[in-house]
């Protein structure tokens, strides 16, 4: 049985594989990446695709949900201002309902209550970026303009369009409440109320201001009501943030472990793969240069 | 007893005999690295033949020289050759596909999450122009992404295509070179080994088995090679040309010498493998990815036709889909020119985004291949791995095959620059001793000589 006289054949194989494994581990090793192709790993590249997906979605609720927190944040601090200008108004009519004002004092009052309504409806009209805060979906320049032909003394020029922004998979929130609700709502009636209440300040009936002071008040109600609305949206934009802050350490580690490879490994397969390649070139140079006719003479 | 002259006559065919092993030793030593030479060995038999009953010895006989080859081996060899070169071919093809799916950062898939993300922003601020506006390069950089993964499969596909051509025409030219050798081989006389010519033609018939999968018979009028498929290519000392004709598609067919269409039929080589590879491999793949290109754009406007633009009118298409003979991933491309045309509100008002819910359900409902796109697009990558890492596994096992058996072609027929060695000081000695011989002989004569003349 002879054996293969030509071992170079079998050492230049030998030398190529151990070269391969070589590059393979340096290129890990420089990469920090175990599958650098769909054909390292099919399986783990596919999945780590998915996951990747999952991640963006991740980034983008964390974004949404804080651009709809700065909205509400922002509208709730116009609901407060609303609020402390409509309980300053019920001090006013209830100044001006009492007896021993005369008609130059009420009209003063009238005057005052006035100048309240503007500061209203100047929050009414706040907006975010060019964008009304209280104008539904409309695309309109100011939620409310005067008009002298509406009881409430002004017209809503939004809608009652409700837009919402998802937070998490299959979880939304709505970004907005609109105007009427809040401004011109029957069961409080903001702009409604003060209108009437400086109409009757001026006509100086003190019954009417007492109807109109006591809507005033119906109106900080509602007003009130809508706020615990937009704090529930902050509250839940708030708590899911934080669990999506969790979701994305878990999916960055998902994504590590599908496709990563860590530094100690990769090291020692570098070390492997150097140990076994500078083997592999000493026995070439041991068996290569051997033959009988170096010991005859 | 043979007398004088017999021994003198068995001492010359000696000489000859042994110079014959020294002029094989010689050949198998010049030819240590001529690759497919087979080593040779003399045939030296001992001469007897019977007198009187009695067997009389009558020196050596030099019967010739064979060449040591195993032809069952070679068949393997020759077998395994194509299964190699097949998988090769296709790996090739593969490797390069591969690297053109492999981003995750960039790429289809992240294009698709990138699209939708930004949609999923305009939620917040639908009136926003440079939001609007990133959804539409984001749209546009996803028909991007849809292109260069179809040029990286027609790519791929055109290669192989070219070799179909260039093998075909370097199989003729083998085929041509093999009938000729036979032609030559044909003369050589009943039982004698081929030598030298019959390792040149082993050699060709190897590379032969590399552009396409044979099989060979052997008979000694007519070695006879076909392709796996009985297609003749060789039949004795005539070669069988095949021909390539270019189909409408543009793909490259293969015709036998009598005209007909064989390119379904060919296993193993690189004309087999690159065969594969170009008309079953890639085209599945292919169809993968324009399903994913019309079935999503079709879904992106069937969302946008539900809702109203900017101005208020009923949205429009999103993506046109080519309505000529070239594929959806490679004709994709957007209809809207500004982001004013995407359809966010659902009831025409500036500042609604009810109808972002309807686009944005595209990422996460099933297509009509049963996905949704993004779980569609890994299960094309995953598809396009398993190709790969299937024939880059085998090819590495095949290769370690194929060398297990070229060591021991190698082990039976490789030349041993040690053993030739010692076969030269082996006849080197015989032959010194044989001319010994003769100088003794000569010696005798001389005495024999000199007994019929002067000192009696």
Known sequence: MRVDPNLSLILSVGMQGTEQALNTSIQQLASGQRVAVPSDDPYAAAANLRSLAASSNVDRYTQNGDAALSQAQMADSALSNVISELTQAVTLGTRGADGTMNSADRASIAAQVQSVLSGVVSQANVKSNGVGLFSGTASVTDAFVADSTSPDGYTYQGNSGVNQT???????????IPGDQIFINPNGNVLGSLTQLVTALQSGTTSDIADATAAVSSAITNVSQQRVVYAGTVNQINEQESYLSQETISLTSQQQALTGIDTATAITNLTQAQTAHSAVLAAAAKVLPTSLLDYLK | MVGLNGTLSIASEALAAQYAGLEVANNNIANANTPGYSRQIVSLSSAASLQNGVSVDEGVTYNGYTSVRDTV???AINAKTSDQASLTAQNTALTQVNTA?????????????TLFSDLSALSTSPSDPSA?????????Q???????????LSSAANSANQQVTSTVAQINQLTQQIASLNGQLASVTGGQDGGALEDQRDSLTTQLAQLVGISSTQTESSPTLTTTNGSPLVVGSTAYALQVTTASDGTAHVLDAQGNDITGKFTGGTLGGAITVRDSTLPGLSQQLD???????????????????ASGTPGT????????SSSDAAGISVALTSGTGIAVSSDGSGNS????????AVQTSALSSGANPTDSYANLVDNIGSAGSQVSTNLTATTASLQQLTTQQSSESGVSIDEETTNLIRYQQAYTAAAKVISTLTDLYTVLMNMTTGAL
């Open chain 2, 132 to 140: 609007r506006q990133a959804v539409l390069t984001d749209a546009n």
């Open chain 2, 101 to 113: 799916f492999s981003g995750t950062t960039s790429g289809i898939g992240a294009s698709i999450s």
């Open chain 1, 166 to 176: 998802t937070i998490g998979d299959g979880t939304q929130v709505s970004t907005n």
């Open chain 2, 317 to 324: 298409a999103m993506f046109n889909l080519p309505t000529d």
């Open chain 2, 73 to 75: 081996l070679n068949l």
């Open chain 2, 142 to 152: 996803l028909a991007d992404a849809f292109h260069q993964g179809a040029a990286a």
């Open chain 2, 353 to 360: 985004s009810g109808n972002l819910q309807a686009l944005l």
């Open chain 2, 291 to 309: 399903a994913l290109a019309s079935q999503f754009a079709t879904a992106m406007n069937n969302a946008q036709a539900s809702g109203y633009d």
